[in-house]
């Protein structure tokens, strides 16, 4: 007798494939995630799956609550313990911080201001105190009179106080100098507003002279600053520009146009208030002379704009800074594609990438077709030594690939192909056994009265291979394709030992090459393998029907 109650056992069989789809997705998920994050969040304690969202305010400098969480309970109390005495604990950190004082020239409401600089100390305090202490109440006012100091405050202000701050530029020359624009000009009278909906205040901020900027894209959706002032080299000996700033995490957009002698240029590719930490945003005019995209380039490319500008002040130049309000949309698109872009300024994924789809349809095809023929040739074709020579065949299953390494090797230097691509793609032209396997045990079961119908209508034995055998074999002809796919594009070995020119890496020695560069910069690490591994899920997804067809089907498909 059924039991209605007990769940039906194909909706169980489903839980279970969905649940164990959504287990082993779980790093992808978090490789994905981690590609949009920056530093600040890749320091986060814990395991986060998902990038925190951009928030593009309206106005700055602003506080950001989102810095610190809750004050977490101490490991030595209870959680009911913990409820009773918390408001007095963090009542007495509270009292030394306002003690203290925090600096606050930025006009951040104060109350606000320190509830957050709390929570920052407070994990600070968990860190550095022996916990055992806070039991006793006794102990609280001067453990925290004692650990709490201004400098742990001042640690904790740059991460809770959000600004835009901008010192004062600097170009670099052609015989390698760094001029200082307008030295010894406050960075404060150096930017000059030309939209009312900003304005700059002198600041010092981290030890540097720079204007405080306040802005209110509720006034406008755009504002814009601009410097005029004496060009301190020739244009043609200026080869760099550098605006140190420190950005406040908006993701607002903004661009930059320098303009000199009736010529104009734009910052060619779109730039966004993404940081927190001070940082010069390089400017370079794109010179293809110069340009060598196979060497890392952490600049900006300036491109020059046809039209000219109307300012030509001799031995003058103007700088202008325009910003623009971004949507929450475009602020997540922006955060996205951030280490993308990163990543793709210190090694040319890109091409990279090109030459990885060369080798892959180089490979996917000579290996089709190779291997086809043979397949052929030992499944539907009588000749002598036919059975030997494919047992033969398939004895080199079983030789170790580190077996042959060093005797491939000697023959492609031999050949001359040692730092060329050939060695990456030529093999494919004489197949391989497992192809050549799996395709006669299908072209075997294949009825020979197609053939002989061929030969009747005067078909040689190539027509019959291309005209009646590939069309029968096409899903596993598209499994060997699958296959060919994943190894050429995953191959790392191949290419490590037969290239040394850096024009020449395919996509899996690009992504080693930025772990080399990038050394612990996971989140750029990730957004390079996150470009490296989704062409394979996606060739895989669309392919999986001729993937399983060509492994479990053994004759003509019904």
């Not at 963090?90 to 320190?114: F, H, M, S």
């Not at 600089?117 to 600070?124: E, F, P, Q």
């Not at 000009?185 to 010092?204: H, I, K, Y």
Request: aromatic share 10%; glycine share 6%.
């Amino acid at each position: 007798m059924i039991n209605k109650h007990r769940p039906p056992t194909r909706l169980l069989l489903h839980a279970v494939l969905i649940a164990g789809a959504l287990l082993f997705s779980l790093p992808f998920a978090w490789m994905i995630g981690t590609s949009m994050m920056d530093e600040r969040e890749m320091l986060r304690p814990g395991v986060h799956l998902l990038p925190e969202a951009p928030e593009p305010r309206a106005r700055s400098p602003y506080l950001d609550t989102s810095a610190f969480p809750e004050p977490p309970k101490p490991r030595v109390f209870m959680e009911a313990n913990w409820n009773i005495y918390k408001g007095q604990i963090l009542a007495v950190v509270r009292d030394r911080i306002e003690q203290l004082g925090i600096d606050n020239p930025d006009g951040l409401d104060p109350d606000r201001l320190t509830t957050q600089v709390l929570h920052g100390v407070w994990l600070r305090v968990l860190d550095v105190v022996q916990q055992e202490k806070l039991r006793d109440l006794a102990n609280v006012i001067p453990l925290m009179n004692a650990t709490v100091t201004p400098e742990m405050i001042n640690e904790v202000l740059p991460q809770v106080r959000r600004r835009l701050c901008l010192a004062l530029p600097s170009v670099r020359t052609a015989d390698f100098r760094h001029v200082d624009l307008a030295a010894g000009t406050p960075a404060a009278d150096f930017w000059q507003p030309t939209s009312d909906n900003v304005r700059l205040e002198p600041l010092v901020d981290d030890g540097r002279d720079c204007g405080l900027v306040r802005y209110d894209f509720d006034r406008g959706e755009r504002w814009q600053l601009q410097a005029v002032i004496d060009r301190p080299v020739p244009l043609d000996q200026i080869r760099m520009l550098a605006l140190a700033m420190r950005q406040d995490e908006t993701w607002h957009g903004y661009e930059v146009t320098v303009e000199a002698g009736g010529q104009m240029w734009r910052s060619a590719e779109p730039l966004h208030f993404g940081g927190t930490q001070w940082q010069e945003v390089l400017l370079k005019p794109y010179d293809p002379a110069r340009y060598d995209p196979y060497q890392p380039h952490p600049w900006t490319w300036l491109e020059q704009v046809a039209a000219g500008s109307t300012f030509s002040e001799p031995g003058k130049m103007r700088i202008t800074l325009s910003a623009t309000k971004s949507s929450p949309l475009a602020a997540w698109y922006a955060k996205a594609a951030a280490n993308y872009r990163l990543a793709s300024k210190q090694v040319p994924m890109w091409r990279y990438a090109a030459t990885s789809v060369a080798l892959v349809v180089l490979n996917i095809v000579l290996m089709v077709l190779s291997s086809s023929l043979a397949a052929y040739a030992f499944a539907r074709l009588q000749w002598p030594g036919r059975d030997f020579l494919f047992v033969l065949l398939l004895a080199t299953l079983m030789i170790p690939q580190q077996v042959t390494l060093i005797p491939g090797f000697i023959i492609m230097k031999w050949l001359g192909w040692y730092n060329t691509l050939n060695p990456l793609w030529v093999g494919a032209a004489f197949g391989s056994a497992f192809s050549i396997f799996l395709l006669r045990q299908f072209m075997k079961g294949i009825p020979t009265d197609l053939e002989d119908a061929a030969r009747i209508d005067g078909c040689g034995f190539l027509r019959i291979w291309w005209h009646i055998m590939l069309p029968l074999v096409k899903p596993t002809l598209a499994a060997i394709a699958v296959f060919t796919f994943i190894a050429t594009w995953n191959d790392f070995m191949t290419p490590l030992i037969y290239l040394n020119d850096q024009r020449l890496y395919p996509l899996s020695l690009g992504l080693f090459q930025l772990q080399t560069v990038l050394g612990q910069n996971y989140a750029m690490m990730m957004a390079g393998s996150i470009m490296m591994t989704i062409p394979v899920i996606g060739v895989f997804f669309f392919a999986q029907k001729y993937f399983v067809q060509g492994i479990t089907l053994t004759g003509i498909k019904g």
